[in-house]
């Protein structure tokens, strides 16, 4: 059974930093893309990252580029999204995703996906 679980989510001002974690369990972690998706109450869900299998390749939302920075660590199945800078704007449940394909193509043309987390909370709020 694929299993990702976020953590790290809170509350932070303005121009702060937060690092999202995803621990991935029943599936080959690195044979798969990852990502990040997130949503606001009300809104549709919005890619805010993708990453291929290896690490490679990543791709990033317009509006998140120069900001957040996606990574894994396939030792230990785990996928990292590091924030900063962060906009009241991204305020949002934050789900950590699994693609079915290996790789992305960075072009702004974000993979697949097959499997959710359950999602963790970031409030950006002075």
């Known amino acids: 059974e694929v299993r990702l679980e976020e953590s790290g989510g809170g509350t932070v001002q303005p121009g702060g930093s937060l690092t999202l974690s995803c621990t991935a369990s029943g599936f080959t972690f690195d044979d798969y893309a990852m990502g990040w998706i997130r949503q606001v109450p009300g809104k549709r869900l919005e890619w805010v990252s993708a990453?291929?299998?290896?690490?490679?390749?990543?791709d990033y939302a317009e509006s998140v580029k120069g900001r957040f920075t996606i990574s894994r660590d396939n030792a230990k199945n785990k996928l990292y999204l590091q924030m900063s800078a962060l906009k009241p704007e991204d305020t949002a449940v934050y789900y950590c995703?699994?693609?079915?394909?290996?790789?992305?193509?960075?072009?702004?043309?974000?993979?697949?996906?097959?499997?959710w987390g359950s999602g963790t909370q970031v409030i950006v709020s002075s």
């Open positions: 995703v699994k693609s079915p394909a290996a790789n992305i193509d960075a072009n702004g043309n974000f993979p697949p996906v097959n499997s």
């Open positions: 990453i291929k299998w290896s690490g490679g390749i990543t």
